[in-house]
């Protein structure tokens, strides 16, 4: 039987992001490393960009390689993943809907995420094409 990291890791990387098993090794992992993000982006705003809040003081060198990437982005999907991961760990896949009430339930929600799932489908959705190339492009 597949564990919630497993799924986590197959849809980041499906993003073409990266998922460190010392960030998001298991749903409490996840949960409090998006909460680390979150709590980043509300502080420093949702245009922020990992590298920045890698300076910050995220302590999270592992992040380096999306550094370029909008923080806010990044964690729509830790977030899409997490949701994904605990719906196919329990009872397979999930809508933009159970992202967002996952995301709620777990004090991860904010206003901006639902604006960040509603243009970028492909954090949650296995049907949108080109999803192993996010990573490689600069998203603001």
């Known amino acids: 039987m597949a ?34 993000l979150v709590n980043h982006i509300e502080k420093f705003g949702k245009r922020v960009t990992v590298r920045e809040l890698i300076v910050a003081g995220l302590r999270s060198e592992k992040l380096a390689v999306v550094a370029s990437l909008s923080a806010a982005y990044y964690t729509g999907a830790v977030i899409g993943s997490i949701a994904i991961a605990s719906g196919r760990t329990i009872s397979g896949g999930r809508s933009m809907a159970d992202v967002l009430w996952d995301a709620r339930q ?35």
């Open 3 to 36: 564990t919630f990291y497993y799924y986590f890791r197959e849809n980041m990387q499906a993003l073409g992001l990266p998922a460190p098993d010392s960030l998001f090794g298991n749903l409490q992992l996840a949960l409090g490393t998006a909460a680390t």
């Open 106 to 140: 777990n004090g991860l929600h904010r206003p901006w995420l639902h604006e960040i799932m509603r243009r970028h489908p492909i954090i949650y959705d296995k049907t949108v094409t080109g999803r192993g190339s996010v990573g490689s492009r600069m998203i603001r």
